[in-house]
């Protein structure tokens, strides 16, 4: 587990008052005028919070780790709707509402994100590990247990922690995304070399290649397909004929 | 055994005459050589699970654009560029840029 350490209660302190700025500005945006008590508001955790964790920023010297459970995400549609938990909670199984709140969330990772990394911290100190936490948004060192995260990861603020234990993966699996280069050639011409040197602009080569013949697919120099040349959206293109 | 004197080998050190530094090709003399040249008519970056997934029929679409010029290779360099056109039933490269 990896968390963002701090040196003094000064160093906390300071990063608290970073987070309460920001925190209140994002509320600006995002809270409803309907909700006048703010139930949010950002403290210094000691201790792993409770609930499912999400996603990740870099904040700081390091990643942190931002756990949004599914009661915080209630919180915040809640203090978005100004409406209670009952209706938010309702109201969140909508595709909609349940990214707007995603977008919040985002939104307050950025803003955190932008505001801490102007900070360096300058020195780093393994004895204390606590956490901060905003409102229900809790950074420590968690995993990510939720798709979520997929929709999050879109976002330049978040990053997904790798874990040090890897399963397998057969080795094609592993390759299926490389991208190679492909080559696509009419096949070779024979010239005499009086007429090629004599080529100027202008001039018309004509090749053995009849129009409709199959045109040659090289992979790593090698030749491994022929198709036909077309055109699809303005682009020359081939259809695999073999 | 006969006895015989071993001396150091003398050996003349050669000097080229005035040679031209670029030799004058005389072209008549190669004027019927045939090579091969290849008309490059573009590439794609595609993945490997692309590349497998190809069968008959299967659209790759080239990073060459109809109106730009394909490339003319001789020896895997290129010598020349034209836009392709259609020579009779031939496909044919009208020359847009070669080095005279």
């Known amino acids: ?242 | 055994m006969n006895d015989v004197v071993v001396t150091d080998l003398m050996i003349d050190e050669l000097k080229p005459l005035n040679e031209p530094k670029s030799p004058v090709w005389k072209t008549d003399v190669i004027k019927d050589v045939e090579v091969d040249i290849d008309i490059r008519l573009g590439g794609a970056s595609v993945t490997i699970n692309e590349l497998f997934s190809w069968k008959k029929g299967s659209v790759v679409t080239l990073d060459n654009q109809l109106n730009q010029p394909v490339d003319v290779l001789l020896n895997q360099k290129v010598v020349g560029k034209g836009m392709l056109v259609a020579c009779g039933d031939y496909y044919g490269v009208e020359i847009t840029d070669v080095i005279e």
């Not at chain 1, 008590?37 to 499912?52: A, C, T």
């Not at chain 1, 904040?59 to 949004?68: E, L, P, T, Y």
């Not at chain 1, 985002?106 to 901060?132: C, G, H, M, Q």
């Not at chain 1, 004509?206 to 682009?235: A, E, P």
């Open chain 1, 1 to 242: 587990m990896k968390l963002i350490r701090f040196v003094s209660q000064s160093e906390l302190s300071f990063l608290q008052e970073i987070c309460a700025d920001v925190y209140d500005k994002w509320l600006s945006r995002w809270r409803s005028p309907r909700n006048i008590n703010v139930p949010l508001r950002p403290s210094i955790i000691y201790k792993e919070p409770d609930g499912q964790s999400w996603l990740s920023c870099t904040i700081g010297r390091g990643n942190a780790f931002v756990s949004v459970s599914e009661s915080s995400l209630i919180s915040l549609a809640a203090l978005i709707l100004g409406v209670d938990e009952v209706i938010a909670e309702r109201e969140l199984q909508k595709d909609i509402l349940h990214s707007l709140i995603i977008d919040a969330c985002k939104e307050l990772l950025n803003d955190l994100s932008n505001a801490l990394l102007e900070n360096t911290f300058k020195v780093f100190s393994r004895k204390e590990e606590p956490l901060f936490k905003i409102g229900t948004i809790n950074c420590g060192g968690y995993q990510f247990k939720n798709n979520i995260i997929d929709v999050l990861l879109d976002s330049n603020v978040v990053s997904r922690k790798f874990e040090q234990k890897h399963d397998l993966v057969a080795r094609n699996q592993s390759l299926k995304n490389e991208l190679i280069d492909i080559e696509a050639f009419l096949p070779p011409s024979k010239i005499s070399l009086h007429e090629l040197l004599g080529i100027k602009k202008g001039n018309m080569l004509v090749t053995d290649t009849k129009i409709d013949s199959d045109v040659d697919i090289f992979v790593n120099g090698k030749k491994n397909r022929v198709g036909n040349l077309g055109k699809t959206d303005g682009f020359l293109a081939l259809k695999v004929s073999k």
